[in-house]
């Protein structure tokens, strides 16, 4: 009798732990921070290296590879083209060029990329467009999390909510 109560319940557990770990998440998240002793907005991505080349691939019709043993300069350049469409902030109303840095794997499967602007002094508004793969996949969210002038301000970008204006 208690052998047909325990070896359900097992298979109800396992069956519902391993529903959690095959369920994949589509989340990148990003960090946005205003240094005003160098009048530059630091940005750190970090974004699935998998998913990164599906929705460049499905973006641009070529096969990429960033973040992999099969990377090309040419992978590189369409990550920071990429990144430049995708990723876009406005200062007081008027778009900033964002430079692409560097880039570097983190726990094997996560594409970091380090990018700036230069030359902000103080603002009032900081408008950021992040649509970074929400075009390739409806689930995918973009966790941003914005710092200045001592202040912390998180957004969730999805795929219906792709653009947000913070005031200072």
């Known amino acids: 009798m208690k052998n047909k109560v325990i070896y359900p319940l097992i298979g109800i ?12 998440f589509y989340v990148g998240v990003f960090q946005v921070n205003y240094a005003a002793e160098k009048k530059m907005i630091q940005i750190t991505s970090r974004i699935f290296i998998d998913d990164l080349n599906n929705g460049m691939e499905k973006k641009y019709h070529k096969k990429t590879f960033v973040g992999t043993d099969k990377e090309t300069e040419a992978d590189v ?8 469409e995708n990723f ?10 964002i430079t692409f840095l ?3 794997i983190e726990a094997g499967d ?3 990329c380090y990018s700036r602007i230069k030359d902000i002094d103080k603002f009032k508004t900081i408008e950021i467009s992040n649509t970074i793969l929400v075009d390739w996949n409806a689930e995918q969210q973009n966790i941003t999390h914005v710092t200045a ?20």
């Open 13 to 24: 557990l396992f069956l519902s732990l391993s529903a959690f770990a095959f369920h994949k």
């Open 77 to 84: 350049e369409l990550l920071k083209k990429y990144l430049a």
């Open 88 to 97: 876009i902030i406005k200062i007081n109303g008027q778009s900033k060029p």
């Open 102 to 104: 560097s880039k570097e």
């Open 110 to 112: 996560v594409l970091v």
């Open 149 to 168: 002038f001592g202040s912390k301000k998180s957004i969730l970008f999805t795929e219906s909510s792709r653009k947000e204006l913070l005031k200072y």
